[in-house]
């Protein structure tokens, strides 16, 4: 008994904006528009494409939402940079309890080591503030919710491009009237690790959390990243004999400059 070929419709063209996109994506991708390059204007594609404006428009928006080129007002779109994607093992926090212990020719922190980047080439945003400990918090520190803590928002920068946001926290009992507490200090060689040794904690233990999820609007525009790119997320506690003593809700770091790198040993 012979089957029945039922004839398949031919695929539906893609949308012009889709193809014009799919092009220049081409072209990036290949390095024939290189990092820093100028596309196109929105003259030269309309007339390429035939095309309206709006349709060009529309890919040129696609390509900014996957973070592939930014628009500026007057500048036209250039094709974004391509990081180095970077490796974050746990032994990155050797460098930090090394500036503890130690002094070491050149300051450096976890996020420098990171980086790959010498301390002349680090810089942050930096704004402190007293808060309550939330439910969150209060579970992370091992504290009353309400006790008060330093709250401490970082935006850490290489060359000058903002690379990782960070919030943290640190108990305002311990760390309170010290020069920790004081944001001109910023930023610390040995970073968390060796401001605490300062005050005569030790730590010697770090958790995190890892975890992926998409940017915040103002998480992508501090970063420099489309809507498109997932951030990764990681909640992190440090700990000091058993008891938290900072906690980092959340550090957020772009998805396509970031490898998490481990090594088990069994």
């Not at 072209?27 to 820093?36: E, K, N, W």
């Not at 992370?140 to 690379?163: A, I, W």
């Amino acid at each position: 008994m012979g089957g029945t070929v039922i004839a398949m419709p031919p695929p539906a063209e893609q949308p012009r904006y889709r193809q014009i996109a799919d092009e220049l994506r081409r072209r990036i991708d290949s390095g024939t528009l290189p990092a820093g390059a100028s596309l196109p204007t929105e003259v030269e594609l309309m007339e390429q494409w035939g095309v309206a404006r709006g349709t060009v428009r529309e890919a040129i928006g696609l390509l900014r939402a996957e973070g592939l080129i930014t628009t500026a007002r007057h500048r036209g779109s250039h094709v974004r940079p391509r990081w180095p994607v970077r490796r974050l093992g746990m032994d990155r926090y050797r460098v930090e309890t090394h500036q503890r212990d130690e002094q070491p020719a050149e300051p450096a922190t976890s996020f420098t080591k990171d980086q790959g980047i010498g301390w002349a080439a680090y810089t942050m945003d930096k704004t402190y503030s007293e808060v309550p400990a939330d439910d969150r918090l209060a579970e992370l520190l091992q504290v009353p919710v309400g006790e008060q803590l330093l709250r401490r928002h970082f935006v850490f920068r290489s060359h000058g491009v903002p690379q990782q946001i960070s919030t943290s926290y640190l108990l305002l009992s311990m760390v309170g009237g010290t020069p920790v507490a004081d944001p001109a200090n910023e930023p610390w060689p040995g970073g968390n690790i060796a401001q605490l040794a300062t005050l005569g904690v030790a730590v010697d233990q770090v958790r995190e959390q890892v975890r992926t999820r998409m940017p915040t609007p103002d998480e992508a525009r501090t970063l420099g990243i489309g809507d498109a790119i997932p951030v990764l997320t990681i909640t992190r506690t440090m700990l000091a004999a058993g008891r938290p003593v900072e906690a980092a809700v959340d550090i957020v770091l772009p998805g396509d400059r970031v490898e998490l790198d481990y090594t088990i040993d069994l």
